[in-house]
């Protein structure tokens, strides 16, 4: 089996747990979770020095004073440490807790040393400051560790002061013990604390770049979808609306015919012998004239109506409030915008110009009942009509209902056809 010393060096060094641990917004959010928790601590520190300042003052009555004082100096410094850490030292919990904490083991020093009868427990408050302060306190580990060596410090000058007739020399030597291995644990806990802080924050940043990409991936998809939605109701070649969308839209003609009772125009325009212009001039040059086609044809109509390519070289027009009278007049204006393009065609009937033929209807409240096809093949039966009376020309198909209408009879005549 290969062993990967690389791997098992950077695991006992610990690089990643650095160089999360050296992040400033790690470090911020520590700070944060140490000013929360030491405030929490600080109130922590003023209840017991209350609590047990009364218990120990009544069961220790010689050391009465001694304990009052030394209750009364811990509750003061934790409620001025609480202010500060409310207010002017927010930013900065790790000084004021540190002051505090060693606060702590020094009244415990004081008190083992000044009341012999309490050196015993003394000497259990003690040993069990350090254990309690790696579980609480969220600083850094250069501070816990300078933290400790105060804590040393305090225990050997209780060692050596705290009165021998109540503390025997063995007893000591044990205290000392004790006080070794509450100092090994209260580092390997804060070690061990930190390490699985870092792996919480770690895991958290992790999900929440997760979430970021997710969200980013998301509003990218949602944008490729829009713009699918967008293109797959726009003609690939002419840029301008294609079926799908005169298919939805013709269902909002027919709702707002439905609903307020006025007409609309409906034009079917078809190129003349566009056939010739693919077969002599070739696809792409009959390409570039569908596009010339389609956007003349768009830029010929109002801002209300609309133009769909329906098919090969087949385009629809839908013209808004519209009656027989305005649905001819811009037909004639589409046909005539086409002619006077003046885009080449190889057939020499058409005048050697590109020209469109274009069949118009009208659609109103009596057509609701009538299929999409009908309304259509109404247009179809125009546009074929000036295919065959010589093409380059309109012609219009009106239902029997428009021309029952004394408006209609001009437009009708004007034609020749109904």
Not at 57 to 75: K, N, P, Q, Y
Not at 78 to 101: I, K
Not at 248 to 256: M, N, P, S, T
Not at 314 to 329: G, H, K, M, P, S
Request: proline residues 3%.
């Amino acid at each position: 089996m290969k062993i990967d010393f690389e791997a098992v060096r950077a695991g006992v060094r610990s690089e990643a747990y650095y160089a999360t641990a050296s992040e400033p917004r790690f470090q911020a959010v520590e700070r944060h979770h140490l000013r929360l928790a030491a405030r929490v601590g600080m109130l922590v520190i003023i209840l017991i020095a209350v609590l047990g300042g009364v218990i120990d003052a009544l069961v220790h009555g010689r050391s009465a004073s001694l304990i009052i004082g030394l209750d009364v100096t811990l509750g003061v410094v934790a409620a001025g440490a609480w202010q500060l850490l409310g207010s002017r030292l927010r930013h900065y919990p790790e000084p004021v807790v540190f002051f505090v904490a060693s606060a702590v083991v020094i009244a415990c020093v004081v008190l083992g040393i000044g009341a012999p009868e309490l050196s015993v427990l003394a000497s259990g408050y003690l040993l069990i400051i350090p254990p309690v302060v790696s579980q609480v306190i969220t600083w850094r580990t250069w501070t816990h560790t300078l933290w400790l060596a105060f804590f040393l410090v305090a225990m050997l000058g209780f060692l050596s002061l705290a009165p021998i007739a109540d503390l025997s020399p063995r007893e000591k030597l044990d205290i000392a013990v004790l006080a070794v291995i509450s100092f090994v644990a209260s580092f390997i806990g804060h070690v061990l604390g930190i390490r699985s802080r870092i792996r919480s924050y770690s895991q958290l940043r992790t999900i929440q770049r997760l979430h970021r990409s997710m969200e980013r991936q998301r509003k990218e998809l949602s944008r490729a979808l829009a713009q699918l939605e967008r293109t797959s109701r726009v003609d690939p070649l002419t840029r301008i609306a294609n079926r799908l969308r005169l298919d939805e839209d013709f269902e909002e003609v027919r709702a707002q015919v439905n609903r307020t009772g006025q007409t609309y125009g409906l034009l079917e325009a078809d190129l003349d012998r566009f056939k010739a212009v693919n077969d002599e001039l070739g696809h792409l040059a009959g390409d570039a004239v569908l596009r010339t086609v389609a956007q003349a044809l768009q830029g010929a109509l109002r801002a209300g109506d609309h133009v769909y390519r329906y098919g090969g070289e087949e385009f629809i027009v839908l013209i808004a409030n519209a009656d027989a009278a305005a649905t001819r007049a811009t037909a004639e204006r589409l046909r005539a915008t086409i002619e006077g393009l003046g885009l080449g065609h190889p057939d020499g009937h058409l005048g050697g110009r590109v020209t469109v033929s274009v069949g118009g209807t009208v659609i109103g409240p009596a057509d609701i009942d009538a299929t999409d096809g009908a309304l259509f093949d109404r247009a179809d039966r125009a546009m074929y009509l000036a295919k065959t009376n010589g093409r380059n020309r309109v012609k219009m198909e009106l239902p029997g209902w428009y021309t029952a209408l004394p408006e209609a009879v001009e437009a009708v005549a004007t034609d020749g056809t109904a």
